[in-house]
Nanobody, 123 residues
Framework: QVRLVESGGGSVQAGGSLRLSCAASGFTPSRYCMAWFRQAPGKEREGVAAVDSDDTTRTPNSVKGRFTISRDNAKKTLYLQMNSLKPEDTAMYYC?????????????????WGQGTQVTVSS
C-alpha cells in the first residue's frame, strides 16, 4: 500500500527557510515521479517542484531559485528546501507520486497523495 507522510511545516518569517520531508512506503520511490504541490485557501492546487526517476527536476518560475527538490532513495524520502520564503508561499504543502518517467507539475497526473503539512509565512 502506497503511503506518503509529510513533515517539516511550520511558521516562519518572510525571508526565512524551511525544509519539508516526505516519507514514502509501499513502493520504490526511485522508479516514480515525485512532486510537491501546494494549495492556499480559495486557490487551486499548484505544483511547485517535481523530480523524475532519473533525477531531472523542474520548478515553476514562481519558486525557481528559491525552492529545491531532492530525494534520498536509500531513505525513501523526498525533500523540499524552501529559501527566501514570502507570505504568498503560505499554503498546505502536499507530496505526490506517480509511476512513470516524465514528471509534470499538473495535479491530475498524480495518483498518490500525502495528507499535507502547513507552511505559514508572516511578513
Amino acid at each position: 500500500q502506497v503511503r506518503l507522510v509529510e513533515s517539516g511545516g511550520g511558521s516562519v518569517q518572510a525571508g526565512g527557510s524551511l525544509r519539508l520531508s516526505c516519507a514514502a512506503s509501499g513502493f520504490t520511490p526511485s522508479r516514480y515521479c515525485m512532486a510537491w504541490f501546494r494549495q492556499a485557501p480559495g486557490k487551486e492546487r499548484e505544483g511547485v517542484a517535481a523530480v523524475d526517476s532519473d533525477d531531472t527536476t523542474r520548478t515553476p518560475n514562481s519558486v525557481k531559485g528559491r525552492f529545491t527538490i531532492s530525494r534520498d532513495n536509500a531513505k525513501k524520502t523526498l525533500y523540499l528546501q524552501m529559501n527566501s520564503l514570502k507570505p504568498e508561499d503560505t499554503a498546505m504543502y502536499y507530496c505526490a507520486a506517480v509511476s512513470g518517467g516524465y514528471c509534470s507539475l499538473r495535479r491530475y497526473d498524480y495518483d498518490y497523495w500525502g495528507q499535507g503539512t502547513q507552511v505559514t509565512v508572516s511578513s
